[in-house]
């Protein structure tokens, strides 16, 4: 790090299409730097990593917010000796009680600091918040436009109730812990298994098993043959299917899980897995 000669600073929960506007403003030898403030959700402590080929450096809120404006650019100084550039987005604020912005960021570093506008799409504003908020209501479609990729949860494989296999269809059961799930339903989604490079097409149920115990579940039936996962799985949400809902019976469960894999097949047949 002691080569960088630039840096973007921010929350970055989401690496979302405005995020990438100031990471394009970096240098070659470019770093992120990441405040960690404890509400990232979307891609909590290192997700963040797989949507940038610079490297990332985390600060943890706690420790700078008490800093005033000259002791926090002189703590970038001490981090970065060779810092010549600072990129950071048009609502920014830093030091003691936020109340620093770019504005004073340009009086107090006698580096360059490049401004990135608002980015929107579809002529609205694209913020971290406004994901969740769509995730929340169950707009897939919506929330990974404003990403610029599909919105992915990931974590441990755990065992579930153990009548799907018998009874309804075999399923991944995956407890992905620091990332906030969508709207609860049954989604098209893309489902890798361990280390593996590719994405099978699958059908996940986010939500509560209302129809049989009522206990909290993520998981995934893989629709191009049964597969054996040992570890970790990781879960891309393509689309929202229906919601969730109470059924009179397995029976009829099942038939509705039916219906969702083929409405899930339709969805994913032509995309690039």
Not at 74 to 94: N, Q, R, S, T
Not at 215 to 236: N, P, Q
Request: charged share 30%.
């Amino acid at each position: 790090m002691k080569n960088c000669t630039s840096i973007a600073i921010g929350g970055f929960d989401g690496m979302h299409i405005g995020h990438q506007q100031l990471f394009n403003a970096l240098d070659k030898d470019g770093v992120v730097v990441v405040i960690e403030t404890g509400y990232a959700n979307l891609t909590p402590k290192k997700e963040r990593e797989h949507f940038s080929h610079f490297p990332l450096v985390y600060l943890e809120l706690e420790s700078i917010r008490h800093l005033s404006g000259e002791k926090f650019i002189a703590f970038l100084k001490e981090k970065f000796p060779k810092l010549k550039k600072i990129v950071v987005g048009y609502d920014f604020h830093f030091g003691k009680d936020r109340k620093y912005s770019h504005r004073e960021l340009k009086e107090l570093f006698d580096g360059e600091v490049i401004v990135v506008e608002e980015v929107c799409l579809h002529s609205d504003s694209v913020h971290s918040h406004k994901i969740r908020a769509k995730l929340q209501i169950g707009d897939i479609i919506g929330a990974n436009a404003f990403l610029g990729h599909n919105y992915t949860v990931k974590g441990d494989i755990v065992s579930g109730q153990g009548i799907g296999k018998k009874e309804l269809v075999a399923t991944i059961n995956i407890e992905a812990e620091g990332f906030l799930m969508p709207k609860e339903g049954v989604y098209a989604t893309l489902t890798r298994i361990d280390d593996e490079e590719h994405f099978h097409p699958s059908v996940s149920f986010v939500g509560h098993r209302v129809t049989t115990d009522g206990s909290f579940a993520l998981e995934s039936h893989i629709l191009d043959g049964e597969v054996s996962c040992k570890e970790r799985a990781s879960i891309s949400f393509v689309n929202f299917i229906r919601e969730n809902k109470k059924f009179a019976s397995l029976e009829e469960l099942k038939k509705a899980i039916k219906k969702d894999i083929l409405i899930a097949s339709k969805e994913l047949k032509f995309l690039q897995l």
